[in-house]
């Protein structure tokens, strides 16, 4: 039986290769990092390497500022929108209010107007403060009756007679709310002002009314002369 083994061809193959020197360039790289790993690279070697990154950083591209000259500017009507947004709705919301404080009946703003008098009053809990409040309120009823006289619409002038009806309950409600208070006297100057303020509105009205609406406003400076001596 022949034994199995290796030709005479590879064995001549692996001294060769065995036999041959190492490269001259990797000699060179060795000879330059340095023949024993301990040791590190020559000082040659690092300054020529710490010469070659500076270069490299100073001729490079600007990474920081790259970044800054590519930024998109934001238009000036985009900055400026928001405040825009609110001077529009500011303005929007004052205008609301003055038309709202201006309203009369058959106004589309005038029950906003009212649903803001019911809500102060409902919050209100002293009786002072709730009386000038009505009073408040029955000035306005008489401007808004005054208003209505120069609607030459029909419709218009049917309310004028529930806004006068409006004015005496409110007026009488205050005086009720005063009359729990028991400081007597202290009150005449707010209501000798109010009867005057009335009477200033509603007298001249009286030429202008119906038979019905005329009787009203009549009864109503009645009721309000005797507020005060």
């Given at each position: 039986?022949?034994?199995?083994?290796?030709?005479?061809?590879?064995?001549?193959r692996?001294?060769a290769?065995?036999r041959?020197e190492?490269h001259?360039?990797f000699?060179s790289?060795?000879?330059?990092i340095?023949?024993?790993?301990?040791h590190?690279?020559?000082?040659?070697f690092?300054a020529?390497l710490?010469?070659?990154?500076?270069?490299?950083?100073a001729?490079g591209?600007?990474?920081?500022s790259?970044?800054?000259?590519h930024?998109r500017?934001t238009?000036?009507?985009?900055?400026?929108r928001?405040g825009?947004l609110?001077?529009?709705v500011?303005?929007?919301?004052l205008?609301t209010?003055?038309?709202t404080?201006?309203?009369?009946?058959?106004?589309?703003?005038?029950p906003?107007k009212?649903?803001?008098e019911?809500t102060?009053?409902?919050?209100?809990?002293d009786d002072v403060e709730r009386a000038?409040r009505e009073?408040s309120a029955a000035h306005?009823?008489?401007?808004?009756a005054?208003?209505l006289?120069?609607?030459p619409d029909?419709?218009r002038?049917?309310l004028?007679g529930?806004?006068l009806?409006?004015?005496?309950t409110?007026?009488r409600s205050a005086?009720?709310?005063l009359?729990?208070v028991k400081r007597p006297g202290?009150h005449?100057?707010t209501?000798k002002?109010?009867?005057?303020?009335?009477?200033?509105v509603v007298?001249?009205?009286?030429?202008?009314?119906?038979?019905?609406?005329?009787m009203?406003?009549?009864?109503?400076?009645?009721?309000?002369?005797d507020?005060?001596?």
């Open positions: 039986m022949v034994k199995w083994g290796p030709s005479r061809w590879l064995l001549r692996w001294a290769v065995t041959r190492p001259t360039h000699v790289r060795l000879n330059e340095g023949s024993e790993p301990a590190g690279p020559r000082p040659d690092r020529r710490r010469g070659e990154l500076l270069t490299a950083h001729t591209p600007d990474t920081t790259e970044p800054a000259r930024r500017r238009p000036l009507l985009v900055r400026l928001p825009a609110i001077v529009t500011t303005g929007l919301m205008f209010g003055v038309e404080y201006g309203s009369v009946p058959g106004d589309r703003l005038y906003i009212r649903a803001a019911a102060l009053l409902s919050v209100t809990t000038q009073l306005s009823r008489a401007t808004e005054a208003a006289l120069g609607y029909s419709r002038a049917q004028i529930p806004t009806d409006e004015m005496t409110t007026t005086l009720s709310a009359g729990h202290t005449t100057p209501l002002r109010f009867t005057e303020e009335q009477r200033d007298e001249p009205m009286i030429p202008q009314l119906g038979d019905d609406d005329r009203k406003a009549s009864a109503y400076l009645d009721m309000i002369d507020l005060t001596p």
